[in-house]
Nanobody
Framework: QVQLVESGGGLVQAGGSLRLSCAASRSTSALNPIGWYRQASGKQRELVASLGIDSTYYTHSVKGRFIISKDNAKNTVYMQMNNLKPEDTDDYYC?????????WGQGTQVTVSS
């Protein structure tokens, strides 16, 4: 079992920054891949960024603005979100795969005002 707890969401003006954190109950070195999804009400959940063993993925709309990283010593994954836009407003979810099973956090809300 893996528990994932997100934090760091909030309300920010367009152009501002937020850093999301996802604290895992297991070593993040064992979670592969691990990343962030987002979902607006009534829409499909979208993969925003993820870290694999030797790869990093960003969806096109966040490239150059968001940075995903992890600190294995703290069992935490981060997503630095810069130059936020109103269209980034969503609920953000941490996701990880451990021993072929997928785990989700409870989500954190990000609201970007124009």
């Amino acid at each position: 079992q893996v528990q994932l707890v997100e934090s760091g969401g909030g309300l920010v003006q367009a152009g501002g920054s937020l850093r999301l954190s996802c604290a895992a109950s297991r070593s993040t070195s064992a979670l592969n891949p691990i990343g962030w999804y987002r979902q607006a009400s009534g829409k499909q959940r979208e993969l925003v960024a993820s870290l694999g063993i030797d790869s990093t993925y960003y969806t096109h709309s966040v490239k150059g603005r968001f940075i995903i990283s992890k600190d294995n010593a703290k069992n935490t994954v981060y997503m630095q979100m810069n130059n936020l836009k109103p269209e980034d407003t969503d609920d953000y979810y941490c996701n990880a795969v451990f021993v072929f099973k997928e785990y989700w956090g409870q989500g954190t809300q990000v609201t970007v005002s124009s």
